[in-house]
């Protein structure tokens, strides 16, 4: 069975300019992700493992003075690294199709958004 879990995360976000017509903002968290996966020991294989992750990421806001728009203009960019610590999986039987195993790996994530409001 799958377990319930709880994610702690921690953001921080500091605006090192704010103007009337564009304001910059710097971010960065950190997440700790256990696996809901229960040990595969049986027949299934589920893998799966538990996740660190540093992300970071940069936004600006742009408020255009003109008097046919209204609004603002929002880009925003960020990337996020996750590591999965290995993780040993042993087998209760020998004659185990896939055997015992272990696993671990890297995650990168990249995104961008723009956003118009008005």
Do not use: C, I, M
């Amino acid at each position: 069975l799958f377990r319930d879990r709880l994610v702690p995360r921690l953001g921080l976000e500091w605006r090192p300019w704010v103007r009337p017509a564009a304001a910059v903002a710097v971010r960065a968290g950190y997440a700790y992700e256990l696996s809901p996966v229960p040990p595969q020991s049986a027949a299934t294989n589920f893998v799966d493992g538990d996740r660190h992750t540093l992300a970071t990421g940069a936004g600006v806001k742009l408020r255009p003075a003109t008097s046919w728009f209204g609004g603002e203009v929002g880009l925003d960019a960020h990337a996020a690294l996750s590591v999965l610590p290995e993780r040993e999986t042993r087998k209760r039987s020998a004659a185990d199709f896939v055997g015992d195993y272990r696993q671990r790996g890297h995650q990168l994530n990249l995104g961008a958004t723009a956003t118009v409001t008005f």
